[in-house]
């Protein structure tokens, strides 16, 4: 599963081109994502990053003006892309409990294949331009809110901290790929989906 393009555009962050996402761009994406992850962001040269490419390091400022901007771009886009996909697989859902089962799958796909995002995501937060640190909070907050109006609406005596508090459990869970992928993805895929069900009640 690719990384689709962007689908809106975003203001206010400076030294990035993050409205259009090319094949190449989003080549160098996906190879900046596996070296941040296992070496982390400061550990990674523009140099070592071209070389990475199949281009020299200054070769990648025809793509991105900074390092700091491809990161910016990587992780804005993700945040823009799980929102965006989960509001269209609510959207298409007869209720919450289909809702829910939906958005489970979405997210074991996103985690099963971003691995290295969802390590870059955790580990180089703190590396993030402040505009584009912005960006991603709002991204993650609206996201968690559609989780959180779905465990409501299944469960409508909790309150909207307590539905929130579920989904960032919930999202603990799905995200420890990186470290809990010991099975092939289809197997993963079964046993993270049967324990979050079984975590909203689904099962």
């Not at 070296?35 to 199949?54: I, K, M, Q």
């Not at 945040?79 to 697989?89: D, I, N, Q, V």
């Not at 539905?163 to 010991?182: D, E, I």
Request: glycine fraction near 8%; proline fraction near 6%; charged fraction near 25%.
């Amino acid at each position: 599963m690719a990384l689709p393009a962007p689908r809106a555009p975003r203001d206010g962050l400076a030294g990035t081109n993050l409205d259009v996402v090319t094949p190449r761009r989003q080549q160098i994406l996906d190879i900046a994502a596996e070296l941040f992850a296992t070496r982390g962001f400061h550990g990674v040269s523009v140099a070592e990053l071209g070389s990475a490419c199949g281009i020299s390091g200054p070769a990648l400022y025809k793509h991105f003006e900074s390092k700091d901007a491809m990161l910016a771009e990587m992780l804005v886009s993700i945040s823009e892309t799980l929102l965006t996909e989960g509001r269209a697989r609510v959207a298409g859902a007869a209720g919450p409990r289909e809702a829910l089962e939906a958005l489970v799958e979405w997210h074991i796909e996103f985690a099963l294949e971003h691995r290295a995002l969802i390590v870059v995501q955790d580990r180089d937060w703190s590396n993030l331009p402040d505009e584009a640190r912005e960006r991603v909070r709002a991204l993650q907050r609206a996201y968690v809110d559609i989780w959180a109006t779905e465990v409501r609406r299944l469960e409508p005596g909790l309150s909207p901290e307590a539905s929130r508090t579920r989904a960032h459990v919930l999202f603990g869970l799905l995200n420890s790929t990186p470290h809990s992928g010991r099975l092939p993805d289809p197997q993963m895929h079964d046993v993270l989906r049967d324990m979050a069900h079984g975590a909203l009640g689904l099962a």
